[in-house]
């Protein structure tokens, strides 16, 4: 992605090879700043902190996290142990377990003089499929927003709505869902987004409207709960979000909210899509709403919001009434029936469990 002319990935090994660098997206939306990592800990903070985020790019960045204990010390239990610690950062993506065991049974074949090499190739090249996924993913979904956009009359916008930021950000490159959206305006397809806002966290005001903005796509950021009105209304043509963990049978888990949009969506005739890369699919769980660990974050999240005052200062203030109780679960499950399509890099998909098995054969023989 483009970012004042230079071109982006979100994570990349910094010139001279002595630091995996990432955008810290903790600084969102008031600074782009990049942070380097240069330790296991540092790949473990930048993920449990979500300097990173996003179900793709944790994988990425686990992967780097493996490479740089494996150039630190590169023995079997120098491997084991780096796997379990970054396993442990957050437990809902589950390209987080995707990444770090296609890394050790990787590594652990490699003698260990070479595991430094093996452990950044692989790790590149985890990133390099995860932009070709992302493309892929984007032409399939532009052939069902291009479909919208010939019920329009010329001119007029598909209206989008998406929930937090499955965009360039959570991946290495062009994000989910937002790769569809990038396609059609690129190639002329009028396209106008409904970002939610997306609190506790504001991935949606701070990320991906951020992003959006930077590549001229016209958006509307909302509360995260005008969408069911605006459905009511006309307002939204489609609903595409992206996916933390998505089970054999098509239980679709994300951001928190993102299960009230799909009964909204279904309640309004709006088709709901999940854009799904095959890495964060679970072939192993069945029944999300049952199967799918949620993270459950700090109730600080909830009970204060930071942002930028008038003078330019960041004040972190608290919004809630003193002595409440807060909850914070981060993510939420829609079941198969309320998912109109999976969209992923081998076309379109119906969320249940034939279509699935059938696109991604090999898979199920792991
Ligand atoms: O808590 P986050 O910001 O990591 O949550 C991210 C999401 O919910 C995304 O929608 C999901 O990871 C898909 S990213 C392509």
């Known amino acids: 992605m483009n970012v004042d002319g230079k071109k982006y990935r979100t994570i990349w090994i910094s010139e001279d090879g002595g630091s995996v660098d990432i955008i810290d997206q903790t600084k969102f939306p008031y600074a782009f700043e990049i942070a380097q990592l240069r330790t296991k800990e540092d790949a473990a903070h930048a993920i449990r902190v979500m300097q990173v985020r996003g179900a793709p790019l944790i994988g990425a960045t686990a992967a780097f996290g ?23 950062t957050r437990p809902t993506a589950i390209n987080l377990h995707w990444a770090l065991s296609k890394a050790r049974k990787a590594l652990i074949k490699v003698p260990a003089e070479h595991r430094e090499e093996a452990a950044f190739t692989l790790a590149n090249s985890i990133c390099d499929e995860d932009i070709a996924i992302n493309m892929a993913i984007g032409m399939h979904g532009m052939e069902l927003i291009a479909a919208l956009a010939q019920t329009k009359k010329p001119g007029e916008p598909v209206n989008i709505l998406t929930h937090c930021n499955a965009g360039w ?100 005739n709006v088709p709901f899509y999940v854009a799904l890369p095959s890495p964060t699919i679970d072939f192993s769980l069945s029944d999300g709403v049952r199967e799918i660990p949620i993270e459950e974050r700090s109730g600080l999240e909830v009970s204060q919001m930071t942002g930028r005052t008038a003078q330019g200062t960041i004040e972190t203030v608290n919004i809630v009434a003193e002595g409440s109780e807060v909850a914070n679960p981060a993510f939420d499950v829609t079941p198969a029936r309320l998912v109109t399509g999976l969209i992923t890099e081998r076309g379109v998909l119906e969320a249940n469990r034939q279509s699935i098995a059938q696109a991604f054969p090999e898979r199920l023989k792991l």
Not at 68 to 86: G, N, Q, Y
Not at 202 to 221: C, D, I, S, Y
Request: proline share 4%; hydrophobic share 40%; net charge negative.
């Open 169 to 268: 950000l959570a991946t290495v490159d062009w994000g989910t869902a937002t790769a569809p959206i990038y396609m059609c305006h690129d190639g002329g397809i009028p396209v106008h987004v409904w970002v939610d806002e997306t609190r506790p966290r504001n991935q949606g005001a701070f990320l991906t409207a951020w992003e959006l903005g930077h590549h001229g796509v016209p958006h509307t950021v909302i509360v995260d709960n005008a969408g069911g009105h605006l459905m009511q209304h006309g307002m939204v043509d489609i609903v595409i979000t992206g996916t933390d963990r998505t089970t054999a049978s098509g239980d679709v888990c994300n951001k928190i909210g993102t299960y009230l949009k799909a009964l909204a969506a279904k309640d309004n």
């Open 66 to 88: 493996v490479a740089l204990a494996m150039r630190a010390d590169p023995s079997d239990a120098s491997l084991h142990a780096v796997c379990a610690e970054l396993l442990e």
